[in-house]
């Protein structure tokens, strides 16, 4: 069964886990396989790792609005042993491609990857307009003189350049 989600559908069929341990439980029994390719099926997938032990989910991630497949999936194991020897298929051929296989990391709420500092990244482009090409001709908008003005003294990491 292919899942193409975006998490709504197993919340509301209680698929989910639903506490913190519960999520890391399932997570140390889970590998992410990225480089995926885009014709793959859960069931081409669940072969390739079946010497690996019993697997009890595979999910292959979808992007929202078009549908299509993100060229990653994660696989969860009944097993916690079974990482280990899934771990050891990294680099293996999937389709013609050279598939990554990692042990799956638990999401810790509050850290995330794509925050690379900044105020959650919000008022990082304000200013940035005039230097895109936005603006064409000598002119600036008004808003040039009052964009960071306050920001700075509340965080102390801000560097505007």
Known sequence: MALCHDG???VSAGLFPK???EKMEVDQRSIYVGNV???GTAEELESHFNSCGQINRVTILCDKFSGHPKGYAY????EKSSVKAAVELDESVFRGRVVKVLPKRTNMP???TTDRGGYRGRFRARGGLAQRGGYYGGQHPRVRGRTYRGRAKLLPWYFPY
């Open 110 to 112: 509050g850290i995330s």
């Open 8 to 10: 709504a559908a197993f």
């Open 75 to 78: 696989i969860e194991f009944k």
């Open 19 to 21: 506490t913190t341990e």
């Open 37 to 39: 390719d885009y014709g």
